[in-house]
T-cell receptor, first 114, second 111 residues
């Protein structure tokens, strides 16, 4: 397996534009996590899914953020409208039965909103 | 809710020095505990884990022991190398399978 695949690797957009980040988890994994990493706040959990169903979205900062998982092999994180303070690295991770197994991370999407 | 607290950084050490990075946690039930490492420009990768009290996780010379009485999982290495320079994250998964991380700490090892 190629691991967790995120796209794009880098995204530069203007304030107010819609941004969509994509993630393909490892085949067979039933948990998928979205994180945001900044210098100030470290690694924040935004939302996670189990078997394509959102379990906890309490970390989603505002209504401007939304996430979907239409099937077991694909998830999106959308920001609409984007703001400069959304600039961060966004990571997706997947795992099988998360309690005591390793989570595998993608390489992240570096988002810059100007 | 679950939380992980790591010592403040960054940490700078000379090669072959002893390393300790403190980590404490708050969780209901019996969480599993992890240390992840992030090298520049990459995603996080698992360094070691422990799934029950008194378990010791180890990998690449790093060790951490699950201490339920002190709710701690401190990371140690007897002799660090320049190649250990990275960001280290302590994490836990609780009963709801939520994977929660500490803020991370940057380690720099100088020759």
């Amino acid at each position: 397996d190629a691991g967790v695949i995120q796209s794009p690797r880098h995204e530069v957009t203007e304030m107010g534009q819609e941004v969509t980040l994509r993630c393909k988890p490892i085949s067979g994994h039933d948990y998928l996590f979205w994180y945001r990493q900044t210098m100030m706040r470290g690694l924040e959990l935004l939302i996670y899914f189990n078997n394509n169903v959102p379990i906890d979205d309490s970390g989603m900062p505002e209504d401007r953020f939304s996430a979907k998982m239409p099937n077991a092999s694909f998830s999106t994180l959308k920001i609409q409208p984007s703001e400069p303070r959304d600039s961060a690295v966004y990571f997706c991770a997947s795992t099988f039965s998360a309690l005591n197994t390793e989570a595998f991370f993608g390489q992240g999407t570096r988002l810059t909103v100007v | 809710g679950d939380s992980v607290t790591q010592m403040e950084g960054p940490v700078t050490l000379s090669e072959e020095a002893f390393l300790t990075i403190n980590c404490t946690y708050t969780a209901t039930g019996y969480p599993s505990l992890f240390w992840y490492v992030q090298y520049p420009g990459e995603g996080l990768q698992l360094l070691l884990k422990a799934t029950k009290a008194d378990d010791k996780g180890s990998n690449k010379g790093f060790e951490a022991t699950y201490r339920k009485e002190t709710t701690s999982f401190h990371l140690e290495k007897g002799s660090v190398q320049v190649s250990d320079s990275a960001v280290y994250f302590c994490a836990l998964t609780g009963a709801n399978s939520k994977l929660t991380f500490g803020k991370g700490i940057t380690l720099s090892v100088r020759p």
